[in-house]
């Protein structure tokens, strides 16, 4: 699953791009990572929310732990408890500009990233809700990866075309959840020796 990506343009760019309207005061990192604030398009507007939805697990004795961001939202797993009522009423689309994941042996992975041909600003499918812990998270919405990427990992991000921005933000949850499909174009890819661990 996708736990970082990088964005390549500023918040105006990104504004421009998807014909909203900018939330001023926006302070985000060009890499993110869970529990980061990244740009996120919702009702119009292109503002910051938190990388992951907030899950708290149980420790030994049974004690809550520290809320762990949880990013991703497989499309086999949005009509959940978990996850159903973001899909069905808040969707949104993350701008991103390639994402990353890990390739290698463990201990010594390294980060491949993706994108797309030309490095366009691209359309992420996500879906965000507001929360006690983190004020407002949003979570990536992934299906079975590209034959491009399967030797890497077997899941991907939704890549939204242009068309489909307005259905996902706007249609009905079945509209969107026929837009859930893996990308069936070309991706850029690009191997690196940065180390997978470690920023």
């Known amino acids: 699953m996708c736990n970082l990506y990088r964005l390549r343009a500023n918040q105006a760019e990104v504004a421009h791009i998807f014909a909203a309207e900018a939330v001023p005061g926006v302070n985000r990192a060009d890499e993110v990572y869970p529990g980061?604030?990244?740009l996120v398009i919702a009702h119009g507007r292109v503002g910051a929310m938190n990388w992951g939805f907030p899950v708290v697990l149980k420790g030994k004795q049974g004690q809550p732990l520290k809320?762990?961001?949880?990013?991703?939202?497989?499309?086999?797993k949005l009509h959940t408890p978990f996850w159903?009522?973001?899909?069905?009423?808040?969707?949104?689309?993350?701008?991103?500009s390639q994402w990353a994941e890990p390739e290698g042996e463990a201990g010594r992975m390294t980060r491949i990233w993706y994108g797309m041909p030309g490095g366009e600003v691209f359309a992420i499918g996500g879906i965000w809700r507001q929360t006690a812990e983190w004020?407002?998270?949003?979570?990536?919405?992934?299906?079975?990866?590209?034959?491009?990427?399967?030797?890497v990992h077997d899941r991907m991000p939704v890549v939204?075309?242009?068309?489909q921005w307005g259905a996902w933000l706007e249609g009905e949850p079945e509209t969107a959840f026929a837009m859930c499909r893996t990308w069936p174009g070309s991706l850029s890819i690009e191997r690196t020796g940065d180390r997978w661990a470690g920023r």
């Open 36 to 38: 980061y604030p990244g």
């Open 67 to 76: 809320p762990k961001p949880v990013t991703n939202a497989r499309d086999d």
């Open 135 to 151: 004020g407002q998270t949003y979570a990536m919405v992934m299906v079975e990866s590209s034959a491009l990427m399967t030797d």
């Open 160 to 163: 939204l075309r242009p068309d």
């Open 84 to 96: 159903r009522d973001s899909f069905a009423r808040r969707r949104c689309l993350i701008p991103v």
